[in-house]
C-alpha cells in the first residue's frame, strides 16, 4: 500500500476548486470494528445523501457523490486499508483516493479545497519507526510508517557448542571465545539497523533486548541512530511482525503524546515571557495571516465556522469584507482547516493534540512564532 507523505498532502491542500467546490469523503472501513461491509456501504450512503440535499443542482458535486459511492460499493481489501480518503472536483476532472492503514472518522466536506486535515492528523500519529529486536545470536530489523510494516531484515550467527568440553582451561577459552563472538554480533546488528536507516529512513528507533545486552546494543549503534533512539520494547526477538507492531505502536503513542505535552510546555512557556507564542483562535490566525508561525498547535476535534478571502487567502473568525484586500469573503464551515491548509502551504509544522488540557484551556489553538 502507497504511504502518503506530508509533500502529497502539501499539494492536495494547495488545489482549488475553480468552478465547483471540492467533495471530500472519509470513511471508517476498518474490518475489526465493522466486520459486516454492508454496514460500511450502509454509512457512506447515508454521507451521500446528506451530501445530495447540500449540493443542490450543482451537477459537479453530484458526479462527486455518484463516484465515491460506485468506489465504496466496489469494496477494498480491508485486510490492509482500514481508513479511505477521497478527493474529488469533476468540474475540473481532479480525483484521487487515499488507502489508509488506520482508521478515520466518517465525514463529507463540500470545500473550496481538499479537506486535509485527518491526512494531516494521521500522518502526525504515525511517522516512520524502527525496531531493532537482538538477543545473542539473533537479531530482525523492522521498518514501520501509519502501523504499516514496510521493511524487515533478520540476521542470525550461531554461537559455537562446547557442551561435551570438561577441562576448566578449555572451557574459559570457549567462554571467552562466545562472548567475542556475542560482542561481535551485536555490533554486527547495530550494522543492518544503520544499513536499514541508510535504506528507508525512520525519524525514531525503539530498541528491544535482554537487560544484559541491551546497553551494549544500543552503544554499538551509530550516533544517527542513538540520537534517534526513544524507548526500550519489552518483546522477545522471535515474536512475530504483528506482536512487534502492536508493542512498538504502543511505546510511540505513549512518545507521540510526550511529544504533545513539550510542544504545549513550550507554548505556555512563550506566553508567560509575552514572546514567541499566540493562543486562541482569533490571534493565531493573525499570525498566520502574518505568516509568522513556525509551528501550529491544534486539538484534535477543534472545529469553528469562519471566513476567507478567496482573492488574497485571508482567514479570519468573522466577516464579511476582507480587512486586507476589501474583496468579500466566503463563509467557511471550518477555519480551523483553513489555518491548518495555510500553514502548510507556509511550509509551517503543525501538531496535533489529544485531549490535551493545557491546549484546551488556551482555547485549543496557538502558535510558536518565528518572530
Request: proline share 3%; aromatic share 6%; net charge negative.
Amino acid at each position: 500500500m502507497p504511504v502518503i507523505t506530508q509533500d502529497e498532502i502539501r499539494r492536495l491542500a494547495s488545489f482549488q476548486g475553480v468552478d465547483a467546490p471540492v467533495t471530500t469523503c472519509y470513511l471508517d472501513v476498518d474490518g475489526r470494528r465493522h466486520p459486516r461491509f454492508a454496514e460500511v456501504v450502509h454509512r457512506a450512503e447515508r454521507m451521500v445523501h446528506a451530501g445530495r440535499a447540500r449540493a443542490g443542482d450543482n451537477r459537479s458535486v453530484i458526479a462527486d457523490l455518484e463516484k465515491i459511492e460506485a468506489l465504496v460499493r466496489g469494496g477494498f481489501d480491508r485486510s490492509h486499508v482500514r481508513g479511505v480518503a477521497v478527493f474529488s472536483c469533476s468540474a475540473q476532472r481532479f480525483w484521487q483516493v487515499v488507502e489508509l492503514p488506520m482508521a478515520v472518522r466518517d465525514q463529507l466536506v463540500l470545500n473550496h479545497s481538499p479537506y486535509v486535515r485527518q491526512l494531516e492528523w494521521a500522518l502526525d500519529e504515525g511517522e516512520r519507526f524502527g525496531v531493532l529486536l537482538a538477543d545473542r545470536q539473533r537479531a530482525r530489523m523492522f521498518v514501520f510508517e501509519l502501523g504499516e510494516l514496510v521493511e524487515s531484515s533478520e540476521l542470525f550467527e550461531q554461537l559455537p557448542r562446547h557442551d561435551d568440553d570438561d577441562q576448566s582451561y578449555l572451557k574459559d577459552q570457549v567462554q571467552d571465545h562466545t562472548a567475542a563472538l556475542a560482542h561481535q554480533h551485536l555490533r554486527h546488528a547495530a550494522r543492518v539497523a544503520f544499513d536499514v536507516f541508510q535504506r528507508e529512513g525512520f525519524e525514531r528507533l525503539l530498541v528491544g533486548a535482554p537487560d544484559e545486552i541491551a546497553n551494549e546494543l544500543e552503544a554499538a549503534l551509530h550516533p544517527y541512530l542513538r540520537e534517534r533512539l526513544e524507548a526500550r520494547l519489552s518483546v522477545p526477538v522471535g515474536a512475530s511482525a504483528d506482536v512487534i507492531r502492536q508493542a512498538a505502536l504502543e511505546v510511540e503513542a505513549e512518545v507521540e503524546r510526550r511529544g504533545e505535552e513539550e510542544a504545549v510546555g513550550r507554548l505556555r512557556s512563550a506566553l508567560g515571557a509575552r514572546r514567541g507564542g499566540v493562543a486562541g483562535l482569533e490571534d493565531t490566525l493573525d499570525a498566520l495571516n502574518q505568516r509568522r508561525v513556525e509551528l501550529l498547535l491544534v486539538s484534535h476535534d477543534f472545529a469553528e465556522p469562519g471566513w476567507r478571502c478567496p482573492a488574497c487567502h485571508h482567514v479570519a473568525r468573522v466577516g464579511r469584507a476582507c480587512p486586507m484586500c476589501e474583496a468579500e469573503m466566503d463563509q467557511v464551515d471550518d477555519v480551523i482547516e483553513e489555518a491548518v491548509e495555510e500553514a502548510l502551504a507556509q511550509s509551517c509544522d503543525v501538531e496535533f493534540c489529544a485531549q490535551n488540557a493545557d491546549l484546551d484551556v488556551l482555547g485549543r489553538i496557538g502558535a510558536l512564532l518565528r518572530y
